[in-house]
């Protein structure tokens, strides 16, 4: 069996050796006794509030600041929560509307409802920063509502949400301030007619025409959203492919699955101008490459290029806090700033933008600081596509195991010989698992499913202990279920499988 154990790992952080830029001694110096904190963070989302939280809990004299004024930051306010609210109610209607019959559930007729799916969406969001804001009471972590910003690398100035001005001080201060929708030249989001993620989250009305700058994540599943509810989607990327991070034979078939769904995509194209005058928005588009102009005209445009760290208004140049070209903050192993005391986590820093890797980032970073030893691997963060069918990956693709020289060897599976899936009717999809031809350890996997969001786990764990695809393959898998396919893709990397 190719499998490790963590315990014979040295805990430390994994981070990229081009991101790791200083090195030093965690001490400060000049961190006087009269600091009221152990820990300030600046940022309640996700690696802010989980930061805070780990804090408290090793007994650390805690504050979170988050300019808001709710917890959760822009995945749990404006993001990952109510964009899954929505993906949610709005699949539940396209399958009224096109699979229930064939399961022998009739309506004479089904609507939407967009005000009752958007205050669903809401009261859910309601619901998580409450709770967040609990746990903060209950681990007793101190909150204040406002923006920080520096005033010395041992103190915060915040300017609260209700009017005032407090300073906070701290020993260490972590940076958690995430990040903000990346804008294009020539586009003003104004969140009504051309809007960013959050705008496309609480539109009052379905748009006849949806066009959507950016193949990526989050451009698909705002796309997939109001597809489902009636808008013609057309998705517009400069680049050749969409989502170019995704292993290249799993993005063809999602395209396809999207294709299927109506989603009509123009790439290697670029947005030239865009006119608001008048009652549509009329877009200009030309070849990538340069070439004859067209012009699309759309009821609402959504600009989904990508992200940006926020670190802006923070005073990270009064005290000194170095960032590279992108602006992300330049840290060490133990995510620790050139400023002592200074520490940053999340999207701020480099590495994926996701919510669970700044989580993660916030733990590690927490354990540095209280003296303990703390790890988080950016090769085995999941990502995961919410669209239907779901993409999920983790590891390598198969196009950079290639790049890199090493010996492979594939299996897949198909969910049309997942007898779960058939069962249910919802067989779309495969299980792709890559591993190192003379070891079998896994080095990649890719799932397109219903719910590969929730299936990738058991490959992600595998992989944190250094499986072989013989490992899941011998594992025994509960019969009928979706994770099936796993096991099934797994025994096709080392041998055969069985279903196929």
Wanted: charged share 25%; glycine share 12%.
């Amino acid at each position: 069996m190719a499998i490790g154990s963590l315990a014979r790992r040295k805990a430390s952080t994994i981070l990229s050796s081009r991101y790791l830029k200083y090195s030093f001694s965690l001490s400060r110096g000049y961190a006087s006794g009269s600091d009221e904190n152990d820990v300030v963070v600046i940022g309640g989302g996700p690696g802010g509030y989980v930061a805070a939280i780990k804090a408290a809990q090793l007994g650390l004299k805690t504050t979170c600041i988050e300019k808001r004024g709710t917890l959760g930051g822009t995945c749990l306010n404006v993001g990952c929560i109510p964009s899954k609210a929505l993906l949610h109610s709005s699949h539940m209607y396209h399958e009224a509307q096109h699979s229930f019959a064939s399961h022998g559930v009739k309506f004479s007729s089904v609507e939407v409802d967009l005000p009752a799916m958007m205050a669903q969406k809401d009261k859910a969001v309601a619901g998580l920063t409450r709770g967040i804001e609990g746990l903060f009471k209950k681990n007793k972590v101190n909150y204040v509502k406002g923006y920080g910003k520096f005033l010395s690398p041992s103190e915060v100035s915040v300017d609260t949400v209700e009017g005032g001005n407090t300073i906070v001080k701290g020993k260490n201060i972590i940076i958690a301030t995430g990040s903000d929708v990346k804008s294009l030249p020539g586009l003003t989001i104004d969140e009504k007619r051309i809007v960013s993620s959050t705008g496309a989250l609480a539109l009052t009305e379905i748009p006849k025409k949806l066009v959507v700058i950016g193949a990526g994540y989050i451009g698909l599943e705002m796309g997939s959203v109001w597809g489902r509810l009636g808008s013609e989607v057309t998705v517009v990327e400069f680049a050749s492919d969409i989502v170019p991070t995704m292993d290249g034979e799993v993005r063809k078939q999602f395209q396809r699955s999207l294709e299927k769904q109506k989603m009509k995509f123009m790439l290697k194209t670029k947005v030239v101008s865009v006119d608001t005058v008048g009652d549509s928005v009329k877009l200009t588009l030309e070849p990538a490459a340069g070439g004859e102009q067209t012009t699309l005209e759309a009821d609402v445009v959504l600009v989904s290029a990508g992200r940006v760290p926020f670190t802006s208004g923070l005073g990270l140049d009064k005290i000194g806090v170095e960032t590279d070209k992108a602006g992300r903050i330049l840290v060490n192993e133990r995510f620790a700033s050139n400023v002592p005391g200074v520490y940053a986590i999340g999207d701020v820093i480099p590495g994926p933008m996701l919510a669970h890797k700044a989580e993660e980032d916030g733990v590690a970073c927490v354990e540095f600081i209280a003296g303990k030893e703390g790890h988080v691997d950016y090769d085995l963060v999941p990502g995961v596509c919410y669209t239907h069918p779901e993409v999920a990956s983790v590891g390598k693709t198969e196009e950079q195991v290639k790049a890199l020289g090493v010996d492979y060897r594939v299996g897949k599976f198909p969910f049309l010989a997942n007898s779960r899936a058939k069962a249910i009717d919802d067989a779309e999809g495969i299980v792709k698992v890559i591993a190192e031809k003379g070891t079998d350890k896994i080095l990649g996997v890719h799932i397109m499913s219903s719910n590969a969001g929730e299936l990738i786990h058991e490959a992600v764990l595998a992989m944190n202990y250094g499986a072989s695809s013989e490992d899941i393959a011998r594992t025994c898998h509960a019969h009928p279920t979706m994770s099936e396919a796993l096991k099934e893709a797994a025994m096709a990397t080392y041998d055969k499988p069985i279903h196929m």
